[in-house]
């Protein structure tokens, strides 16, 4: 063998051997920052771009969809347009279940007065609660008397057990509720590493913290292998902080 | 900078007029004008960052076309490697995803 060959070999052999390196983890670019005064942490440096214009629509469950239907407000209640949220839910890209979103982000619960079998109001469901008073003892006249809240009115049910009024309209007494809207726009830039702490922790806030909290359900669910924009940058925080 | 998204058709380029590139015997000295930041990178990511500046690839494409030019075999580099290399420069800002097909 000649001394080139052997020199050839040698480069192989030692590129192999950090080939293999790479393999069991180790990085492939070393990074230094831009002032030497800080720390190296490029993992935290990572920021999403947003690709594409989309919306996420959140119940007060904590059930979300994403997706970039429309969303409109109906002008009389004040709410989302129902034909609307059910195609939004119908083609959204991504569904997380109840309880992926945290509390500050969800929505009031809407108060729709409830419906029983009979086409009636629902107000007798609650008449126990009528006979009793606070300190446990029977109320019923107090109930009889008219302190039962019910309006009078001859209410119907709809197709979603929601009481409508004469006119067909549901009956809504804590509008605008039932869903809150988060809208993202394209190129939109988010730096998940201004939400983690010097602690190493996530403090979420914004619409940002919303996006970045579903990435880590997203996570938790798919790991790596997800379409989710910006997966790699959250899992390269998440390494990080050693989760 | 930016991470993602990203799948097996994912297309990907890397804009090294926003860098300075120096290759030295081993290593190749990437300054990012960009972020000010400086990246050391090895032969492979080196030669991934080329191969990515030369067109919009995704990992399938170019993957034989970074073997070939580090003229190593997949026995040597597995295509997971190259994969995660491609991430890591996209976690620096230096590729960036160009399309996503779902």
Avoid at chain 1, 88 to 109: L, N, Q, T
Avoid at chain 2, 15 to 35: N, R
Avoid at chain 2, 84 to 97: H, N
Wanted: glycine content about 8%.
């Amino acid at each position: 063998m000649t001394d080139k060959n052997k020199k050839t070999d040698l480069f192989l052999e030692q590129r192999r051997d950090l080939l293999k390196l790479g393999a069991a983890g180790m990085p492939m670019v070393l990074t230094l920052r831009a002032s030497a005064q800080e720390a190296v942490i490029s993992q935290l440096r990572c920021t999403i771009t947003i690709p594409s214009k989309f919306k996420i629509l959140v119940d007060d469950t904590g059930a979300a969809w994403v997706g970039s239907g429309k969303l409109r407000t109906d002008k009389k209640t004040g709410n989302l347009k129902d034909k609307d949220v059910k195609n939004f839910k119908h083609d959204a890209s991504y569904i997380f279940p109840h309880d992926s979103v945290s509390a500050s982000y969800r929505p009031d619960a809407c108060e729709y007065e409830t419906c029983d079998e009979s086409g009636g109001s629902g107000d007798h469901d609650d008449l126990l609660s009528h006979l009793t008073d606070e300190n446990g003892t029977y109320a019923m006249n107090d109930y009889l008397a008219g302190s039962g809240e019910d309006d009078g009115h001859d209410h119907s049910c709809d197709d979603d057990g929601h009481a409508q009024d004469s006119h067909g309209h549901s009956i809504i007494t804590n509008a605008p509720c039932g869903y809150a809207v988060y809208e993202y726009s394209r190129s939109q830039i988010i730096s998940p590493g201004d939400y983690v702490t010097q602690g190493g922790d996530w403090n979420l806030s914004g619409d940002d913290g919303l996006y970045l909290e579903l990435s880590l359900k997203y996570i938790d669910e798919n790991g790596v292998n997800g379409h989710w924009p910006g997966v790699s940058c959250v899992i390269s925080i998440l390494n990080y902080m050693g989760h | 900078m930016s991470a993602g998204p990203y799948s097996e058709q994912t297309t990907w380029t890397a804009d090294i007029s926003k860098m300075l590139l120096q290759p030295s015997e081993s290593v190749t000295i990437a300054f990012h004008k960009i972020s000010g930041d400086t990246h050391i990178l090895n032969f492979l990511s080196a030669a991934t960052l080329k191969i990515l500046a030369k067109g919009d690839e995704n990992f399938a494409t170019a993957f034989p076309k970074i073997l070939d030019e580090i003229q190593m075999t997949e026995h040597d580099c597995p295509a997971s490697l190259v994969k995660r290399t491609i991430l890591e420069l996209d976690e620096l800002g230096l590729v960036i995803p160009v399309e996503t097909k779902a």
